[in-house]
């Protein structure tokens, strides 16, 4: 399984530039939201991950379109918003 990490910025999901290496996320990835600061990440369409981990203090992820978890797991830490 691949680890992906949001970069900590407002951004949309599908954009290669808002995940730090470049990639987004693929329906076997472990997603990371993490650093400081407020940020929201957006879906606006369908995508896959096998898990997400919101481990950002002030962080938000909106979900317009759809997003299948492989795991069915959320991980939310303190003060994140899903």
Same mark, same amino acid.
């Given at each position: ?5 949001? &970069? ?6 599908? &954009? ?38 919101? &481990? ?27």
């Amino acid at each position: 399984m691949a680890s992906v990490t949001w &970069n900590g910025t407002s951004g949309d999901w599908t &954009n290669a530039a808002d995940w730090a290496g470049g990639v987004v996320p693929g329906a076997s990835s472990s997603v990371t939201f993490g650093g400081a600061g407020a940020y929201t990440a957006t879906l606006y369409t369908v995508a896959s991950a096998a898990s997400v981990t919101m &481990n950002a203090p002030g962080a938000l992820f909106y979900d317009s379109g759809a997003l299948a978890l492989g795991a069915f797991m959320v991980t939310l830490a303190a003060d994140a918003t899903v």
